[in-house]
């Protein structure tokens, strides 16, 4: 008996952080499908608020506004759903069953939310020297950083650029 209840518990020990492990595969997939979902829906935005989506009007441009400054970033007072430029997106924080679809539905299978225990964040500042820092200033450029972290606390992390053209 002394010598199943050893193996039992060495059996268990060889198991029980394999089923732990087994799981980390299947949020990192979660994670990279959100970060990817949240890039793709940013990027299909304006630069800004004072650019045209067909990239007829640029902001700063001509007789065209200037562009959003830098301390003014973020959503212009409108639910997400109806976020019209990527610096809107500045800010964005969701968790767990708060994590919305673009038109501001849960997401889940089966009444089931898929990203319970996860987080996402995005930050979206002027960088138009691409070096990855806030230049604090309006630019060309702005850089769009995606974080998801996993109910196991590992972070995806997706960053792309939006220029001004």
């Known amino acids: 008996m002394l010598v199943f209840a050893i193996a039992m518990t ?14 980390d595969p299947i949020f990192q997939v979660r994670a990279t499908e959100l970060a990817q979902s949240l890039i793709n829906e940013i990027s299909s935005k304006s630069f800004d608020e004072h650019s045209s989506r067909n990239a007829s009007e640029r902001c700063g441009d001509g007789t065209a506004p200037a562009c959003t400054l830098p ?6 007072s409108e639910s997400r759903s109806a976020y019209n430029d990527v610096d809107d997106f500045e800010g964005l ?16 299978i089966n009444g089931r939310n898929l990203y319970q ?12 020297d691409l070096d990855g820092s806030n230049d604090g200033a309006v630019g060309a450029a702005k850089l769009i950083t995606v ?19």
């Not at 198991?15 to 799981?23: D, E």
């Not at 225990?117 to 138009?128: K, L, M, Q, T």
């Open 71 to 76: 301390n003014a970033l973020g959503p212009d």
């Open 117 to 128: 225990g996860f987080r996402a964040s995005v930050s979206v500042f002027y960088d138009a």
């Open 10 to 23: 060495f059996f268990i020990g060889l198991i029980v952080p394999q089923t732990t492990r087994s799981i």
């Open 147 to 165: 974080r998801v972290t996993t109910p196991s606390s590992e972070e995806v992390v997706f960053s792309t650029y939006r220029y001004n053209y």
């Open 93 to 108: 924080d969701e968790r767990d069953g708060n994590i919305l679809s673009a038109t501001g539905s849960t997401i889940g």
